[in-house]
């Protein structure tokens, strides 16, 4: 088992503190918390900063729960594209994540309780995206931009249940976070064309 770990991680540049990538968690999905404990490689992960997990079929919430809270110096974390992630876990994943910075959930089975979770326990976590989450409401939106002291930006993309006019409104009471939406991200775009002088063409045809 660990010599497939050696295998699939791959060490980052630097010192023994830089971070690096597992490729595979597959391997170990299936590993319960008490086994957990036993396995060398759990040794190494505590020195994780960066862990991608998007679309792994096998994985659970207690896994996710359990390499959070032994994983201390993890600062950012991709669940996107698991659909079994739920508000619980993500709850843990706040409380937990004492240097997570970054969280990305997009198409995860959360709702506003997770939103109101990540804003009520987190002191680090800046950066959000629950983009083509259902379940996601102006709700959670409006209470995580209220409560949150860290937070910088919010991925709302396709989540129908928030309101653009909601939006617009955080956007005007919260002008630290970037708020994250289709329309949102238009404007922004012709923002920044109009700061480097690009004008649009006026003319009509003859």
């Known amino acids: ?32 918390n008490t086994l957990c404990g036993k396995l060398p490689v759990i040794q190494v992960l505590r020195n994780l900063s960066s862990l991608d997990l998007r679309h792994i079929t096998e994985l659970d919430n207690e896994t996710v729960m359990e390499i959070v809270k032994r994983c201390k110096n993890l600062n950012s974390l991709n669940l996107c594209l698991n659909w079994i992630i739920n508000d619980r876990c993500v709850e843990v994943i706040a409380k937990e994540g004492r240097n997570l910075k970054e969280l990305y959930l997009v198409s995860c089975k959360i709702t506003d309780y997770a939103l109101i979770a990540i804003g009520r326990y987190s002191m680090t976590i800046e950066t959000v995206d629950v983009g083509w989450c259902k379940e996601i409401t102006d709700h959670g939106a409006t209470q995580i931009a209220q409560s949150s002291k860290s937070l910088r930006y919010l991925g709302l993309m396709r989540c129908d249940q928030v309101n653009e006019a909601t939006v617009e409104q955080l956007v005007q009471q919260y002008p630290h976070i970037t708020f994250s939406t289709v329309l949102q991200d238009c404007k922004r775009t012709l923002e920044r064309a109009y700061q480097m002088g690009w004008t649009p063409n006026m003319s009509t045809a003859s």
Not at 5 to 17: A, F, I, Y
């Open 1 to 32: 088992m660990h010599r497939n770990w050696e295998k699939e991680c791959v060490w980052g540049e630097g010192d023994l503190k830089s971070h690096y990538i597992c490729r595979s968690l597959q391997l170990n999905t299936t590993v319960d």
